[in-house]
């Protein structure tokens, strides 16, 4: 030992190395190398207040006390064994669509504003599950066809399928004419006059 006056020994009787370089346990205030300067290495007796564990049991959820230095494997288990009491998981996925037909289940309760049952997110607006309070905005205009004996449902249906078909009809022509073009014709020029 060269230098015996400077740094400082380790605490622990069986390492007492030398360190120029020593670590001062914060809990226990002893002096240690750098090889024990942990709490679990030199086992501090004061780790207790730094590595609280509050152990919760995995069957009932409840927390579990204990007192400093119990293992918390012991009295998770002696828990299970003597008082707990078990209670059943809830599932997940507890909300169920309320359309007929739709066996869908969510995690979230999405509820209707207007007839107020849930629904899953593919029928939650009023139009995909026929919600009993919902009419479409386009029934509650006046129909000046329903003046002349027609109901303003028949109306508007029927208007709505004259629109389809005039749709349909256009496609239809679209599509024709595509089909010609691919097939190297040219589609028929209108002639000015």
């Known amino acids: ?18 360190d120029f370089l020593p670590y001062k346990c914060d809990l226990c205030s002893k002096i240690f190398c750098e090889d024990l300067r942990q709490y679990q290495h ?20 409840d927390i ?32 169920k669509c309320n359309k007929k037909g ?8 999405v509820q209707c504003g207007t007839c107020k049952q849930n629904f ?3 029928h939650r607006f009023e139009q995909d599950h026929d919600c009993q309070g919902f009419q479409h905005p386009l029934a509650r205009r006046p129909n000046p066809s329903s003046s002349r004996g027609q109901s303003s449902d028949e109306a508007m249906a029927r208007r709505l399928a004259e629109e389809e078909d005039a749709a349909l009809a256009r496609a239809l022509q679209a599509s024709l004419v595509e089909e010609r073009y691919a097939a190297g014709r040219r589609p028929p020029q209108r002639q000015v006059r």
């Open 64 to 95: 579990i006390p204990m007192k400093p230095g119990e293992d918390p494997n012991y009295k998770v288990n002696s828990h299970i064994e003597n008082n707990c009491r078990k209670t059943p998981k809830v599932k997940a996925y507890s909300n």
């Open 102 to 109: 739709c066996k869908k289940k969510e995690a979230i309760p």
């Open 120 to 122: 899953c997110l593919s």
């Open 1 to 18: 030992m060269e230098l015996p006056h400077i740094g400082q020994s380790c605490s622990n009787s069986s390492c007492n190395r030398l």
């Open 42 to 61: 030199h086992d501090c007796p004061e780790r207790y207040r730094v590595d609280a564990q509050v152990p919760v049991c995995p069957k009932c959820g």
